[in-house]
């Protein structure tokens, strides 16, 4: 057990933490609403370059970036769930399909057409040097973004099970009809959830951007990963999410470095399809 | 009988089309519209009929894509070899996804065929038998004609036809057997169609080995217009995308709402990448986003279905009480 390979799981467990808080996200929107985002990874990306805007062309640090990424996320989200979701949810599964997909398109060639198809890459000093734990060194932003992740992942479940507000989207997830009789307004839990849920992917993406690579077509990656992560935690379970994002953060990191850095993704959706092989029924509900 | 006449009409004209429109940009134009046609027919059998929306389709294209170019390149063969070939590998393709994805409630199958189709993706683009990320090319200079290289887009357009055409009759004749009831009563309501005896995994296991053998075609044909694949442009995402858009568009589940699709949306593109250049590429796409958010929003049945409520509506009115 050499230093190098204790160094990449830490690496990995501090990506899983973002992970987790994108993956989180969906999650809750999903076992809220039992919509399937598939803009999801599209809105990371979009976070991704708004914190690239204001840490190149505006001057701004993380301190600013981050904020602002998860309140104009929160913003679309609610957008988004105001002008298509809240129709899109009661019709057929095609149409949820279609409409959140054509929204995908919409934002990744949006940026694509704004910014251009190269790969962007932030200033590598944005978030200063690196820190030497015992002999395993870690950069400064990739540990930022991991701790900043988890806590945020972490009060999410606090904010979902303790508070309530939580308890009130709970019961619109649960029987929005019984929700509605005691007087909660399920249109707007909803519209929380959504807000919630794009803001987390807002505050990954800009935690992410200092450190991973920036291009438009991020966000099917990333995407892939989310769902991949909701379906091994459980779909609408945040702690399910976490513990799986962080367990992909491994097993990329690691494969990434036993095996090599192209192979990483194949091994990520190669194991969620070996997952759906041998454990449908995991996948299918709360069971 | 007055549908069979107005079918005949539209016949006709899809036949005089490139003698009408005879530029090369327009020929071309046509063959792309008639290929897109094929390969969103050949989704429909899944994606509309059985309301099972795969979004990796490109992996079938693909795979006929490669199996056409590499009957060449490998053997020295006719790509024309490569169809049986890619149509036998995708139907195997499709069966190992297909059981356990099948299984699964909508979201996992969509997103399942997603991973697969990245997966393709990548595996395709580190193996060098495969041409990796450069990809495999077709005859430069044409030996036979049986290489199916032409420099005129005429002879791939009435090919491209009746493929179409061949793909329709297996479709209209799918959806009016036994399997297309079935196919039906699982798009309504799975569970009440298990509850009636409608073997309903083993079925839409059937629609999913069709479609896939279908698209498979579509993908090798594409091959041989062009002369070459390589993994953007044999097994990149946007390609399942647009064939699903397209079969979206123009009405999933109906008979020529992909073709109708395609008649819009392949120009829209090709139009719009000839005025804007590479630049328009993002643009385009954009558009497609917002159609596609349009659809789904406001008209999930697709404009065909639009079309048949008004005309069942303009025919009712006179025997409304």
New interface residues.
Partial sequence: MSFVLVQVIVGGLLLGAVYALFSSGLTLVWGMMNV?N?AHGDFVMVGMYVAYVVYTLLGGGPLVGAPLATLLLATLGIVVYFG?IR??MK?????????T??????????V??WFG?NFLSLPENLVGGTFDIGGIRIQASRLLAGVVALLVTLGLHLLLTRTTLGSRMLAVAEDSTAAQLMGIRPDTMQAIAWAIAAGATGLAGALIATFFYVVPTVG??LG?VA??TV?LGGFGSVPGALVAGLLIGVIESLSGYLIGA??K??VV??L??GF??FR?QG??GKS | MRRYVWLLIALALVIAYPWVFSTPFQQRLGALVLLYAIAASAWNII?GYA?Q?S?GHVVFFGCGAYAAMGAYAHYGLSPLVGIPAGFAASVAIAAVIGV??L??????F???T???A??AR??VT?TDYLGAAVGLSGPTVPRNVFDLSFISALPYYYLFLIVLAITLVITWWMARSRMGFYLRAIKDSERAARSLGAPASRTKLHAYMLSAGLTSVAGALYAMMFGFVDPESGLG?LIS?KI??MA?LGG?GLLFGPLVGAAILVPLEEISNAWLGG?G??????V??????????FQ?GGILALVNRLLSKRKGAPHAP
Avoid at chain 2, 103 to 108: F, M, V
């Fill in positions: 399937v598939f298509l129709d899109i019709g057929p599964m095609l149409a949820q399909i279609l409409g997909f054509g929204l995908a398109l919409l934002l990744r060639y949006s694509f057409w198809a099917e990656t892939i769902f991949v379906s192209v192979y993704d194949m959706y190669a969620f399809l759906l092989w449908p996948l299918m | 994606g309301g929306v979004v356990p994805t299984r699964l409630a909508g979201h996992y969509s997103m399942a997603i991973a697969v990245e997966l990548l595996i580190n995402i995308v699903l858009i979206a999933a630049k590429a993002g643009l385009t796409f954009v497609y986003g917002a159609i596609i958010m349009l659809i789904a929003r999930p």
